[in-house]
């Protein structure tokens, strides 16, 4: 009997995950400045209702550092994670703190849940990809369903230097830079041949 109950038990969450037939993130472009503003949608499909407490979106820049390190003969890798950018916005249901009793149904369907986040208009570091490191933006959905493993998704942007206006009169100016040549004299000891 005993194992029954534990059927019955992890049953119900799978039926639940396999009532999402589609999930998928969009944006209205890959590449943005500092302070534009991030417009994309949710796009889910389920074939039954679904209790679902909610749909969160994150906007996140993520910085992540390696540095490998020898101490005294010894080798150690130092990593650290750093997030320049955290915003969440909940695009549907209620956020996951939310004490609720009534836990909102999404009816069955093709739904489109749109969201927009304003990128900050500060020095953002441009989006990198490095040996040493990596300086990543990107979008990230959580399906909210009770009592079940919360389906993710991921979707990645870049972010670029900030706009730069050519015709503003510090561009315009020509650089004086001179070309310098500079002469290495090298003497060389000959030994005489016999």
């Known amino acids: ?15 639940v995950m396999d009532y999402i037939s589609s999930f998928d ?31 969160r979106v994150l906007l996140r820049g993520k910085v992540h550092a390696t540095l490998k390190v020898v101490k005294s003969g010894e080798r150690r890798t130092m990593k650290d994670d750093q997030y320049i950018i955290d915003e969440k916005t909940v695009i549907w249901g209620n956020d996951k703190s939310a004490e609720v009793e009534v836990i909102p149904i999404l009816p069955r369907g093709v739904h489109q849940l749109p969201f927009t986040f304003e990128i900050p208009q500060t020095a953002l570091p441009c989006s990198l990809e490095s040996r040493y490191g990596t300086i990543r933006y990107y979008i990230k959905v959580i399906i909210d369903i009770p009592y ?33 040549m500079t002469t290495v004299a090298c003497a060389v000891k000959e030994e005489p041949s016999l």
Do not use: W
């Open 148 to 180: 079940a493993s919360s389906p993710q998704g991921i979707k990645y942007f870049t972010v670029i230097g900030p706009h730069i206006d050519c015709m503003e009169q510090k561009y315009l100016e020509s650089s004086d830079g001179q070309d310098r």
């Open 25 to 55: 993130i969009r944006l209205g472009k890959e590449t943005y400045f500092a302070g534009e503003s991030i417009e994309g949608s949710v796009l889910l499909e389920n074939t039954e209702n679904i209790k679902i407490k909610g749909i």
């Open 1 to 15: 009997m005993l194992p029954l109950l534990f059927f019955s038990q992890v049953e119900p969450e799978k039926a």
